[in-house]
């Protein structure tokens, strides 16, 4: 079913070179795709996926292989094709074929790189994916690259060529924002392939197979190592080992990623029984209103902190109105409570990575003059832009009980007895809940490209009994 994925035109793919070669004004560009990884022995390779700022550009994962950009046009580096290629790896196009499949300027021979770029003054790269790359790269600049590492960028065109390619990659053109949809729409069939096997399932491994097969059925790689749990209050559970259990709740944070590398990022929180308890659906619904909340604020010249603080809010007034905490809103979120049921940001850039842009570090994330939080939970939030037509988020509060953050006094003795324990006692068939989509920021109302993936409890619970 590959066929269902849109193929990015090559002009699109050259208008986003042409774009990068203006915003650097002269100063050449040198972006490697990644080399293979070996798992042990050099012939066997862990899956290959190329850097995503070459995928930006050429929209093709090619091993080994640079993409050279300037004002003068596009120059790719590639091996030629082997003789030995038909064996093992089936007919390779010629570098002229290269060429023109791709729609760039000209196609040279890996061995000429080297003597290409010692013409060149003071040229700009960003941190490769892996060590061999690194290695590669220093003995073709003359400079040492180090493997990307968030914000450690101290050569003065490399700076400048992060700022490019945020400034580009931040805001999605239409042949992105069409890659983002193919792979939501995929992603959001393989949740509900998921919900329909959970009843007859013994294990979240059988639950987490059937939703993966799904997404290779439509031609996708996984965008992240699968979370199939029922224990949802680990955020990043990525064994599938555990039981499945009458009156648990199985969270599934699952996205694909497309043939060129676009990747969806959804969870969904259901019942293996087919029916949310009386505590698991009041619970249930808090979050789903506060992911419905902050969707909204999902539009042009809102600051995305806002969509964070309108989740938090939203999960407090829940809490109270449940009886598990105690006091006036404002000064509730003051103390911390959101943060001790929801220890985390609601969201993150997306694109070409589930945490787009993020090996810049928050170079990428946090606008000029903004910082990251000193304080717990908040601090985890990866986002704080305002918000643009043609950005693409994620949009995911949660209520967690971590038995950490519930003992740990630090976190708790500000709200004191306004913090009821035996109310919230009676919620103890909740371990995690996360509701998460999509969204691209418009010009109008956001579009939750998601919306495929059923969220209400009753959609939810109908799909589940079904299976």
């Known amino acids: ?40 022995y050099p012939a ?13 550009l050429v929209g093709r994962a090619m091993a080994g292989c640079y993409v050279l950009v300037s004002e003068g046009g596009t120059t790719l580096f590639a091996e030629p094709p082997d003789r030995d290629d038909a064996l093992w790896h089936g007919p390779r196009p010629t570098l002229e074929q290269l060429g023109s499949q791709l729609g760039v300027e000209a196609v040279a021979p890996l061995a000429e790189l080297l003597a290409h770029v010692q013409r060149l003054r003071d040229v700009a790269t960003l941190p490769p994916p892996d060590h061999a790359s690194a290695r ?75 939703i993966v097969a799904e997404l290779r059925r439509r031609g996708m790689d996984d965008a992240y190592g699968p979370i199939v749990t029922v224990h949802g209050e680990i955020l990043h559970a990525h064994g ?26 959804i969870t969904r929180t259901w019942p293996v029984s087919g029916r949310f308890s009386a505590t698991q659906r009041a619970i249930y619904d808090v979050v789903l209103e506060a992911n419905v909340r902050a969707i909204d604020r999902v539009r042009p010249g809102v600051r995305y902190r806002e969509a964070h603080e309108v989740a938090k809010r939203t999960i407090v007034e829940g809490r109270v109105s449940l009886g598990v905490l105690r006091g006036a809103v404002d000064g509730l979120l003051e103390r911390g409570a959101a943060n001790l049921f929801f220890p985390h940001g609601v969201g993150h850039l997306l694109g070409l990575d589930v945490h787009d842009l993020e090996d810049l570090g928050d170079r990428a994330g946090y606008a000029p003059g903004r910082n990251r939080s000193a304080r717990f939970g908040d601090r985890y939030l990866r986002l704080d832009r305002d918000l ?17 953050i ?17 109310a919230l006692a009676r919620f103890s068939d909740v371990r995690g809940i996360r509701i998460e989509d999509d969204v691209v920021c418009t010009e109008g109302d956001p579009e939750v490209l998601t919306s495929a993936c059923p969220k209400r409890a009753a959609d939810v619970e109908a799909i589940v009994s079904s299976g």
């Open 1 to 40: 079913m590959n066929d269902a994925f849109p193929l990015s035109a090559p002009s699109s793919l050259a208008a986003r070179r042409r774009a990068l070669a203006a915003l650097m004004q002269g100063t050449p560009a040198l972006l490697c795709a990644g080399a293979p990884v070996s798992r042990n």
């Open 406 to 422: 519930l003992s740990d006094p630090e976190l708790t003795a500000p709200l004191g007895a306004d913090l009821d324990r035996e």
């Open 388 to 404: 643009e037509p043609g950005m693409a988020v994620t949009i995911e509060p949660g209520f967690y009980q971590v038995p950490g």
């Open 240 to 265: 599938h080992e555990g039981a499945l259990q009458p009156g648990d709740l199985l969270l599934c944070d699952v996205g694909g990623e497309s043939p060129e590398g676009w990747a969806s990022d």
């Open 136 to 210: 590669a790269l220093s003995e073709v600049l003359g400079r040492e690259i180090v493997v990307a590492s968030g914000p450690s960028l101290t050569h003065a065109p490399d700076v400048a060529l992060a700022d490019a390619m945020i400034a580009l990659r931040l805001r999605h053109d239409e042949a992105a924002r069409a890659q983002l949809r193919a792979a939501a729409k995929a992603s959001a069939a393989a949740h509900v392939a998921g919900m329909r096997a959970t009843r007859g399932a013994q294990t979240e491994a059988e639950v987490c197979s059937v």
């Open 44 to 56: 066997n390779v862990f899956p290959f996926r190329a850097s995503s700022h070459f995928l930006y």
